[in-house]
């Protein structure tokens, strides 16, 4: 029974990995780089719900709305002033940025909100338990769940079936070619860092309803860690990055619960290691053979 | 008939490599014309910068009788250009449906059901394999995607890069048979080809590329008896 239990939870974090992986493999199927600064997003959005929240008293709502909307800006801005102006540098180049970009949004955090620990509240708290038997389902649990399936299902659904979305896709294979097709490169690059810093804002939210620490390099481990899952789960696939991120959480607990707690993150990183070397390409990796 | 398309001593570099030195020619409405030139004579680099995917240093384009030096590539589309690009570059992820579509990116949804009858009219195949995804077509069949592809925004102007390359001789013939086909039907061509000879025997004019220069011009049958046409590209 605890094992059950402890795969649930594995499930629960790993939702949130996975919606944070989407972010990750979406910019990197689309704009062809690695948005290291991903994870401080993430940092943001759970500032921005914390004090709409704890603050401002506005309701819970609310505060989620807020975050995305601030997340989402936050994304288009820095894509905007920091990555358009590197088309077609070395990925070395764009890399470097990012890594700035990162410690640029944590120097902010420190300045406006200093160092010390807030502990965030959990906003999903309107969600009850559940219990069968022995096993217990925390309401933060259950919501994290089924928002990852609701965002797996409305992504999947709009790359598949609208004209932006195909769009999105076309771009992501051939950049050159969707543009002679009318897409504007530019807008969908755009548009993809929208929706995934407009994730991160909900990963957020999620992620420190169960871990409540907020400081401002909170967004570094998840983000790693989901950044991981991308990889795992072959970067540049949705699906990749659901698989990816629910392995990796349920990899975390199990590893916790039985091994060691200390050695957990290694256990997963050394999982992705050999995952890589067996299948550079992740799990759902694409390889395709043009043909001539 | 009017001029649709018109380049002046158009110049083009990639970094040092100076690849396009002032090459002119241009395209009435109703035209196939045809660029021929050995591998590395620049018809490529001609083609992707008067779609737009590469910038010139120098020289004019005019399309329909305005300037276009400078508009990106994405609004080309827009102005009734459409090109066919060397290589094929079919979305090879996307079923040949959604490959159509996206050559209808530009069209407003109303009329796309139109364009896509008269596509599946032109190559039925593609019609039988509409929910096959395209990086299992055969090469032929990518071909023939590509071309629909290009064709589902109605251009004013169809530019095609090499439609033959990597093809058996009866799939050559098809290609080339579809494209006098469009021809008549109102579109304009402007072809690439290595295969002169079929470029030249169904064009009204061709052009001669070599490293990056225009080195003669005529109609497709003076070219086609051309003494230094037919030892450099005709095989003697
Ligand atoms: N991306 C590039 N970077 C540097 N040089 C390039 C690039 N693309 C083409 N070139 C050079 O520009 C010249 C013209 O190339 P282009 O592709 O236009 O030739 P082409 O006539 O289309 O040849 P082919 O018949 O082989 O397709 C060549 O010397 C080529 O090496
Ligand atoms: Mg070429």
């Known amino acids: ?254 590893a916790k619960a039985y091994i060691s707690t200390q050695l957990s993150d290694a256990i997963v990183f050394a999982v992705l290691i050999i995952v890589l070397i067996f299948k550079p390409t992740g799990l759902l990796g694409k390889k395709i053979r043009e043909k001539v | 008939m009017g001029e649709i398309l018109k380049v002046s001593d158009l110049h083009v570099y990639y970094g040092n490599i100076h690849a396009i030195k002032g090459v002119s020619f241009n395209v009435n409405e109703g035209e196939i014309v045809t660029l021929i030139g050995a591998n590395g004579a620049g018809k490529t680099t001609t083609m992707n910068t008067i779609a737009g995917l590469l910038k010139p240093r120098q020289g004019e384009i005019e399309f329909d009788g305005s300037s276009i030096v400078g508009v990106p590539a994405h609004k080309m589309v827009y102005k009734g250009m459409a090109l066919c690009p060397e290589g094929r570059r079919v979305f090879l992820q996307l079923s040949v449906k959604e490959n159509l579509d996206m050559g209808a990116y530009s069209r407003p949804a109303a009329e796309i059901e139109e364009s896509l009858e008269k596509v599946y009219a032109h190559f039925p195949r593609l019609k039988e394999r509409s929910k096959q995804v395209a990086g299992t077509l055969s090469g032929g069949e990518q071909q023939m995607l590509a071309m629909g592809r290009a064709l589902m925004s109605k251009p004013k102007l169809l530019m095609l890069d090499e439609p033959s390359m990597g093809l058996a001789p009866i799939l050559v013939e098809e290609i080339f048979e579809i494209i006098k086909e469009l021809n008549k ?17 169904i064009a009204d004019r061709g052009y001669v590329i070599s490293t990056g220069n225009i080195s003669l011009t005529g109609t497709g049958q003076e070219l086609l008896t051309n003494d230094d046409v037919r030892k450099a590209y005709l095989g003697g």
Request: aromatic content about 8%; some cysteine.
């Open chain 2, 185 to 201: 039907a109102g579109t304009t061509i402007l072809l690439v080809e290595q295969n002169a000879r079929m470029a030249l025997s």
């Open chain 1, 1 to 254: 029974m605890a094992f059950i239990q402890n795969l649930i939870n594995g499930i629960g974090l790993g939702s949130v990995y996975a919606i944070i992986a989407l972010g990750y493999t979406m910019v990197y199927g689309i704009a062809k780089m690695l948005n290291f600064a991903h994870g401080d997003i993430i940092m943001i959005g759970g500032y921005v719900a914390f004090c709409t929240y704890t603050y401002l008293g506005w309701p819970v709502v609310a505060a989620i709305v807020a975050s995305i909307i601030i997340c989402t800006l936050l994304g288009i801005t820095v894509e905007f002033l920091a990555y358009k102006p590197l088309r077609g540098a070395t990925s070395l180049a764009v890399l470097i940025t990012a890594i700035g970009v990162s410690y640029f949004l944590q120097n902010i955090a420190l300045i406006i909100w200093t160092s010390n620990t807030k502990s965030f509240p959990n906003m999903v708290s309107f969600m009850p338990s559940v219990s069968i038997g022995d096993i217990t389902i925390s309401g933060t649990t259950i919501i994290t769940i089924f928002a990852c399936i609701l965002i797996m299902v409305g992504l999947t659904t709009f790359t598949s079936k609208t004209k932006l979305g195909k769009a999105m896709r076309a771009v992501s294979e051939d950049r050159g070619a969707a543009e002679l097709m009318g897409i504007n490169v530019n807008v969908t690059i755009s548009l993809t860092f929208a929706i995934g810093s407009g994730l991160a804002a909900i990963a957020a939210i999620l992620f420190l309803s169960a871990y409540p620490t907020l400081i401002p390099t909170t967004g570094s481990m998840p983000g790693i860690k989901a950044f991981t899952a991308a990889v795992f789960g072959g970067i540049g696939s949705i699906p990749g990055a659901l698989i990816g991120g629910i392995l990796l959480g349920v990899i975390e607990i199990l």
